[in-house]
């Protein structure tokens, strides 16, 4: 591959994580939501290790890696059996896992907009090195196709994961109904993870087709509206003196976005008044 080549597929296959970055910029004057998704990115990182060992005795037993047995696979039951049962679910609860860990890591667990930003960390990273992955092994064909549908289809599914682990975490509520609760967004997510692989894979559709293309738009539809979920879960409960991370201005309604900058709003912290009694005034 040509020099200028290999610069070009370099930036290509960073161009999702860059208009993420560009996307949420203005959230990151808040530190927490930026070392929340910088955790992520690193806990993706191990997620994917994890993943191929995980993958490694399921695929010697097949005989096969399970990207060629599931396009192989004739039935539509062992193919979607195989995409929701073995990809979805062990990609998704690694990522679940490390988006968590990211989040506890940081001590931000109870902050939902961060636990939103440690698992897209770990979804972005994770999707980076899975293209990266596919590039050596199947060249730059198959991978170019994919880079911004996989991106996008990853941090959709952490998406919603994260938003059902965040309402979860946040209530306080027992932790077996915690857990349970977290096991159903992992469950949800390798669902949805599954079927699209079942419909991608199963009827051999190109990532350039049309209906992956609204799939596309469907992901980054759902992106957004779990970013506003998470905001929605992050709102403080009743009107209390804010200030815009990016401006500085100060605000008492319960907004979540500066109405000068457009940056986040965040919670001031509580201090103690100081009262001035009767008797020290004289």
Known sequence: MPESAELFFSLTLLCPLLIFYFVFKKHWVDNDLRQAFLSGLAAGIGAIVLTRVVYLPIEYFLGTDLRSFISASGTWFVTLM?????????????????????????????????????????????????NIQYFLLFGVSVVLPRIVISSSAHLFFSSICAVIVAEAVIRRRRATVVSL???????????????????????????????????LAV????????????????????ARLMSCAGCGAFSLDRVRFCGFCGSRVVRMPHRPELKVTDAEES
Request: charged share 15%; glycine share 10%.
């Open 82 to 130: 195989a995409c929701v049962g073995i990809i979805g679910l062990i990609e998704e609860a690694l990522k679940a896992a490390g988006g968590m860990l990211a989040s506890y890591y940081s001590e931000f667990m109870r902050r939902p907009t961060a636990i939103f930003m440690g698992f897209a960390g770990c979804a972005m990273s994770f999707s980076l090195l899975e």
């Open 181 to 215: 609760r977290i096991l159903a967004g992992i469950a949800t997510a390798a669902v949805v993870h599954g079927f699209f692989d079942f419909v991608v894979f199963h009827f051999d559709i190109q990532a350039v087709s049309g209906l992956v293309i609204s799939l």
């Open 219 to 238: 992901f980054l539809l759902g992106i957004y509206e779990a970013w506003l979920g998470a905001l929605k879960l992050d709102a403080p409960e009743e």
